[in-house]
């Protein structure tokens, strides 16, 4: 059973910043991609930033600049540092990586307030 703990969700006004943390356990021979989702209230999940095992990394347009995805392959865990946080940023927010299967955390809360 692989596990996804998220942590670092929270408010802040405009213009700041967070860093969103996950880190996986359980059965896991190997993580390919680890990444973020998010959830605004009526919408879609979408993708936010991934990144390979080999650190390739790929952003949602509405990010680039702004966020930044990091990984420890050694620790299976995969962070996020959002700088510049805008309130459209405001959604909940998921890990998810890929081994094997796909797992999913069960998301933390971000608000940015104007």
């Known amino acids: 059973q692989v596990q996804l703990v998220e942590s670092g969700g929270g408010l802040v006004e405009a213009g700041g910043s967070l860093r969103l943390s996950c880190a996986a356990s359980g059965s896991i021979f190997r993580i390919d991609v680890m990444g973020w989702y998010r959830q605004a209230p009526g919408k879609q999940r979408e993708l936010v930033a991934t990144?390979?095992?080999?650190?390739?990394?790929n952003y949602a347009d509405s990010v680039k600049g702004r966020f930044t995805i990091s990984r420890d392959n050694v620790r299976n865990t995969v962070s996020l540092q959002m700088n510049s946080l805008k309130p459209e940023d405001t959604a909940v927010y998921y890990c998810?990586?890929?081994?094997?299967?796909?797992?999913w955390g069960r998301g933390t809360q971000i608000t940015v307030s104007s």
């Open positions: 998810n990586i890929y081994a094997v299967a796909v797992y």
């Open positions: 990144i390979t095992r080999g650190g390739t990394t």
